[in-house]
């Protein structure tokens, strides 16, 4: 199975909101060990990566390796693209075996004394793939809306709530092009697509192994 073109599509302000609540982590992590705030200390936090982590799931556990992609920067209209396709390899097609996608991003905390770099999980979603009338993989366009915190993914890291403390409502969609060829296809995110909308009533991903 082959992962072509994902796109994360989020307001501007998300990551300016992330950025701000790194900068009040570090700050209150150098409050914690110094029992105060040095003036000379280096408080420009920012995003070094962002990715999207990519796994399969048989309700039970990760039945494939993770493989993942890195993605460029928002652009103005709050546009993240990937670098690249994502090959998943040995993907059992069975309808209870989904694709898990979560959204990871790593942040460098500049210390007086080294780059302290830490991995937040941002969100993630699910698509159950299309099958054609033999029972192999159809090539489709998805678009899911992805669950953000507070809470977790069914693997168990925790999500960072994007919405505490802040008046704001934040969410992010995920679009891409699955397809069983390695050649990206040239149709495009925008056309006809099945809609994958998560609500509070998420599948658990528990029950017997395929």
Not at 95 to 112: C, G, H, M, R, T
């Amino acid at each position: 199975m082959y992962i072509h073109n994902i796109q994360m599509i989020t307001q501007i302000a998300f990551e300016s909101r992330f950025e701000s609540f790194l900068r009040k982590m570090k700050l209150e992590k150098q409050r914690t060990a110094r029992g105060g705030i040095s003036s000379t200390s280096n408080n420009n936090t920012y995003i070094s990566e962002r990715r999207i982590i990519v796994s399969a799931n048989n309700t039970w556990k990760n039945i494939c390796e993770d493989t993942y992609v890195s993605m460029s920067p928002p652009n103005e209209r709050g546009i993240s693209q990937s670098g690249g396709s994502l090959t998943l390899k040995n993907f059992i097609c069975h309808p209870l075996v989904s694709l898990v996608f979560k959204i990871e991003y790593k942040a460098v905390l500049p210390s007086d004394s080294a780059n302290e770099s830490a991995y937040f999980t941002l969100g993630w979603t699910f698509h159950v793939p299309t099958y054609n009338a033999a029972g192999g993989l159809a090539d489709e366009t998805m678009e899911c809306d992805v669950e953000l915190g507070p809470g977790s993914v069914p693997t168990g890291e925790l999500l960072w709530d994007p919405n505490a403390d802040d008046i704001n409502h934040y969410n992010i969609k995920m679009k891409a092009l699955i397809s069983t060829s390695s050649v990206a296809p040239q149709s495009s995110l925008d056309s006809p697509t099945n809609k994958k909308r998560l609500t509070t009533n998420l599948p658990a991903m528990h029950g017997n192994q395929v």
